[in-house]
């Protein structure tokens, strides 16, 4: 059964530390997305790629965040530098679909949850 | 701007009993609509989706019913099992765009 992979699933470190998290999308899935789910907002999309292209990151504080996908099988988000208020849960989720817009649901990871001190 | 709203944070059931969670949007362009089921530490996983063109679509004990006039949708559970047990995530999508927007969830406890 096919499963989107997220590290670390947990990450504590103090204010100001740069904080990289990683996804392994479904083999074969074009699309990848980067939500964080906060108890105020929901999951909350912060970008996504496809085929490996960033289409769509305007939901991410650009001054502290970046999202990349060095390649198919990899996508990072990292914040630097981190602050107490980036704690929450950050899922990464993949879809594939023909065409555009996507008709497939995606499949999330796990998620990393990250707290910042 | 909240474009999805699940208005109830919390619903609890009693076994054998109809769950019904509500959703309401409010960008008239959405035409795909998901429910995602959420366990804790776990990532949402789907669940059920329907097509702006359907106003109801079953799979098993889960229907979600359509209604584009008031922008509303709503997922019935029959009956509802106590590993229903989850935060429930209504998600929409644009014609126009892969972005899908999510609701705040519903917590639906169902009680054995």
């Known amino acids: 059964d096919a499963r989107v992979t997220q590290t670390p699933r947990h990450k504590v470190t103090e204010m100001g530390q740069e904080v990289t998290m990683r996804c392994q999308p479904i083999l074969g899935h074009n699309t990848v997305f980067w939500y964080r789910q906060t108890m105020m907002q929901g999951l909350e999309l912060l970008a996504y790629f496809r085929n490996r292209a960033p289409l769509d990151d305007s939901g991410m504080p650009k001054d502290r965040f970046s999202a990349e996908m060095p390649d198919a099988t990899l996508a990072t988000l990292k914040i630097q530098p981190s602050e107490p208020r980036d704690s929450a849960v950050y899922f990464c989720?993949?879809?594939?679909?023909?065409?555009?817009?996507?008709?497939?649901?995606?499949?999330f990871g796990d998620g990393t949850r990250l707290s910042i001190l | 701007d909240q474009q999805v709203k699940q208005n109830s944070p919390s619903l609890s059931v009693q076994e054998g009993r109809i769950s019904i969670l509500n959703c309401d949007y409010t960008?008239?362009?959405?035409?795909?609509f998901l429910w995602y089921k959420k366990y804790p530490a776990e990532g949402p996983t789907f669940l059920i989706s329907i097509s702006s063109i359907k106003d109801k679509n079953e799979d098993g004990r889960f229907t979600v019913f359509l209604n584009k006039s008031a922008k509303h949708l709503s997922l019935h559970i029959v009956p509802s099992q106590p590993g229903d047990s989850a935060v429930y995530f209504c998600a929409a999508r644009r014609n126009t765009g892969n972005q899908f927007y999510f609701g705040t969830g519903t917590s639906l406890t169902v009680i054995p």
């Open positions: 960008n008239s362009m959405f035409d795909y």
């Open positions: 989720a993949s879809g594939s679909g023909q065409g555009f817009p996507l008709n497939q649901p995606q499949h």
